[in-house]
């Protein structure tokens, strides 16, 4: 690395330049430059290891992996796939040491399908809320191998990185002043000193989940809502992993259908296990567990068209599911309860699991919501309580119960 720049290092912030300095040099020195004139000092990383950069960087491919114990011609010699996930790795491990020690404060990176993967890998290292950027071919497609769970920021390229023009230079001075401003402006996340408890919510269990809130935030109590997106759950489950969340009241759980039918919104097979090892306090509804997101009805897949679809928006169609889909998802979900090692408790809304779940909606099938329940009730571990009520997961009395059951049990837990 030169040592050229620790002065100036010092006084300003630093922002990495990330990207393959073999392919994409002269728009990397581009965009260094217009962070630099933006008000952050570049530091330039080259992640390209298949042929020699157009561009010197500040940190070399060669020291990225050395870094970690790799010769840089071993990596050129393996083939293109392999090459890309051993720098990936390596520099995910470098970029975190620079950020760790405090000799850079944010990160851009640039690049196409390789590039973009490398970058993100890199960034995906990083903790919440370090600025990150990453100037795309892929922006706007399907990133979620990408971004995945991170707080990575995409901007479209518009055009193939491939050469400056006035087009592309207008992106990168965008994303130059984007990132500097991000990392100027950035605050460490700082605790309330508040217990915080999560939910998980969809827009038909808004109304339901958005009552137990407002009861647990007058009860003094910091709230964090996730979107049942797939995405949403298991960043919750991450967060419960890193010790942030104090309790979980998961009212929302069509990201388990999602992934033992198909739809959208698969949260994997890891679902509702973080809180269990963590010995959480957890109360648990099944709510929208009568719905699996699909895309919008032009694209539903053909073995799902004869079933009970509801045109949520423009985006998305809902599918109900059926009896046996919810026996399954009952099994699911009492397989990773019973291994909970802290308070659990389930509550049954037996007036209908979604706004669209009541008389005359489209999603009322009160036998599929029965298999449901029975399955839950024959399969979760004696230990486990399973409170009936029979009111709609909306109903007031429903959001009061589920509150009162969470308070005990964070009473116990906390004192």
Not at 238 to 256: C, F, N, P, Y
Request: glycine share 10%; aromatic share 4%.
């Amino acid at each position: 690395m030169d040592n050229s720049k620790n002065k100036d290092m010092a006084s300003r912030k630093v922002v990495v330049v990330i990207g393959t300095m073999d392919t994409k040099g002269s728009e990397l020195a581009y965009l260094a430059q217009q962070v630099k004139d933006a008000g952050c000092e570049p530091l330039l990383m080259d992640v390209g290891v298949k042929d020699i950069p157009q561009v010197k960087a500040d940190i070399s491919a060669a020291d990225i992996l050395g870094a970690s114990g790799l010769d840089i011609e071993s990596i050129n010699a393996m083939p293109r796939g392999e090459a890309v996930e051993k720098i990936s790795h390596a520099a995910a491990s470098y970029l975190s040491k620079l950020v760790i020690s405090g000799k850079a404060h944010g990160v851009i990176g640039v690049g196409g399908s390789g590039g973009t993967t490398i970058c993100a890998s890199a960034m995906r290292a990083l903790a919440y809320g370090i600025p990150k950027c990453i100037v795309s071919t892929l922006a706007s497609g399907n990133t979620k191998w990408h971004v995945d769970i991170s707080d990575i920021i995409m901007i479209p390229s518009l055009l193939d990185i491939s050469g400056l023009n006035p087009m592309l230079e207008m992106v990168f001075r965008n994303a130059a002043r984007a990132i500097v401003g991000m990392v100027r402006g950035y605050r460490p996340y700082k605790a309330s000193g508040k217990r915080v408890i999560s939910f998980t919510m969809y827009g038909t269990t808004t109304p339901g989940v958005s009552r137990a809130r407002t009861i647990m935030e007058d009860s003094g109590f910091e709230l964090w809502v996730f979107h049942a997106s797939g995405i949403g759950g298991r960043t919750m489950e991450k967060l419960i992993s890193m010790g942030r969340i104090h309790g979980v009241m998961d009212m929302t759980l069509a990201e388990i259908g999602a992934h033992i039918v198909g739809g959208l919104h698969d949260a994997g097979p890891d679902r509702l296990e973080a809180a269990g090892r963590a010995a959480l306090p957890q109360v648990i509804v099944p709510g929208a567990a009568d719905t699996i997101v699909l895309p919008p009805r032009d694209q539903v897949p053909e073995k799902f068209q004869n079933r009970t679809l509801n045109f949520h928006n423009p985006t998305m169609t809902t599918m109900r599911t059926t009896a046996s889909e919810n026996v399954a998802i009952a099994e699911f979900i009492a397989s990773k309860l019973n291994k909970a090692k802290g308070p659990v408790s389930v509550v049954l809304p037996l007036g209908g699991l979604s706004t669209i779940d009541r008389p005359g909606k489209i999603f009322y099938d009160p036998k599929a919501n029965e298999a449901l329940f029975n399955t839950l009730k024959q399969k979760l571990s004696p230990r486990i309580p399973v409170i009936e009520d029979e009111h709609h997961l909306d109903d007031p009395d429903f959001a009061s119960l589920v509150c009162k059951t969470m308070l005990a049990l964070l009473e116990k837990k906390y004192g």
